[in-house]
């Protein structure tokens, strides 16, 4: 079976990229691309930045994302096996300093646990969502039953038009640091700020996003945007790189 630097060496040469232009295209360093597809993830960075330029890599390549990241976590967040050695292809922002330092030795958290605790963050947002939305409905059926001139025959809540199409509109926005930058966002509907700080390289925040959103990037070139987990490509802004742009 192939170890994740295998595939994503394999993956790389054949859409014919060198190490060089896929480092400036993912903005992630050439030496960790080597490391990795070298099956090395001993680059001095936290598991979940290493996670992220994973990811990052696999979606460039082409690859599933989430199962290069998960193939990453089955080794706990560690090498796989002795790196290979190196080939003498050459690659763009090199720097050797760090490289012989360890990862991060403070993680005591194993694969299972980042797993339990991700299921528990996603079952408790999926609890607030629903109660929502039921509260949604429930409302709705006391001002038909209050304001209604006769009484209205409940219907079921599974065949109720607006929380369906409440549920639809509704849509995820994720921003994921490239490098460091800021970031802001405002809903445009009533100017409501979601969003507005700093972002570290590596790090990913997720927006409830429902209509418009007017966002304003430090550098365009530092962050990524995804709706939906489908990439969003920023459109050109008047500042070049700084500026606001409308996501509907």
Known sequence: MQTIGEKLEEARKRKGISIREAAETTKIRGDYLQKFEGNSFDVDLPPLYVRGFLRSYAR????????????????????????????????????????SRNPEAGEAASPADRAAQDQAL?????????????????????????????????????????????AE???????TAIDATRVKVVQDLD??????????????KS????????????????????????????????????GRFSLD
């Open 207 to 242: 927006i409830r996003k429902q209509g418009s959103l007017l966002i304003t990037v430090e550098d365009r070139t530092k962050v990524r945007v995804e709706v939906n987990g489908k990439n969003y490509e920023i459109p050109p802004l008047q500042g070049g790189n700084f």
């Open 60 to 99: 460039y390549l082409d690859l599933e994302p989430d199962r290069i990241v998960s193939d990453f976590d089955s080794l706990g967040g560690r090498e796989a096996r002795p790196a290979r050695r190196e080939n003498r292809e050459v690659y763009g922002r090199v720097d050797f300093g760090d490289a």
């Open 169 to 175: 509109a509704a849509q995820t926005l994720t921003l």
């Open 191 to 204: 100017g409501k700020v979601l969003f507005n700080g700093s972002l570290v390289r590596g790090e990913t």
């Open 122 to 166: 996603m079952l408790k947002y999926g609890l607030l969502g629903g109660g929502a939305l039921v509260a949604v409905i429930v409302i709705i059926l006391l001002f038909k039953v209050l304001f209604s001139g006769s009484p209205a025959k409940p219907a079921p809540v599974a065949s109720n038009p607006a929380p369906t199409m409440q």
